[in-house]
């Protein structure tokens, strides 16, 4: 299944999208602000995106390989991932995209795609953000999303927007 928006082209990913998944998360820039770090090797990435592929099986959700059209390479990832947030089912907001599709517009176009996909109906959306991530932060806010708490996730502070 793929989605087109007005300038990219959103896939379920596939076990043949390893390589550019674990080039996006193991680069130390894309993942300056995730909690986990950057994927430490290809074993990890493997796991994470068998984990993936089971969100679409289980919730019919997930996170999308973002390509521009008839473009081969994975420029980022995008997406909802259901889970549980203090005991309620949420829907978690995710981008990550190469440093070099940065300050196009690609992740807030991946997002609205993301959530409009949810207004038919589902959990709600979040978006957990790390404090001074202020471009995930925009995206966040021009998604529609707004802060609602801080809250302490993932081994610290962690701003929600829903």
Known sequence: MTLRTARLSL?????????????????????????????PDLATTRQMLAGWLADWREHGVGYWMVRLPDAPQVIGV??????????ETVRNLYYRFRPSAWG????????????????AGGPPV?????????PSRRVAERAGLRL???IHHLGGPMELYR
């Open 148 to 150: 609602h708490a801080t």
């Open 78 to 87: 995008a997406g909802l991932r259901q889970t549980e947030l203090d005991g």
């Open 11 to 39: 896939s379920r990913p596939t076990i043949s999208d390893l390589d550019d998944v674990h080039g996006i998360h193991a680069d130390p820039e894309t993942n300056r602000f995730n909690p986990a770090g950057p994927s």
């Open 104 to 119: 196009h517009g690609y992740a807030l176009e991946a997002a609205r795609a993301a959530i409009a996909g949810n207004e």
């Open 126 to 134: 979040v978006a957990l953000i790390r404090p001074g991530n202020l």
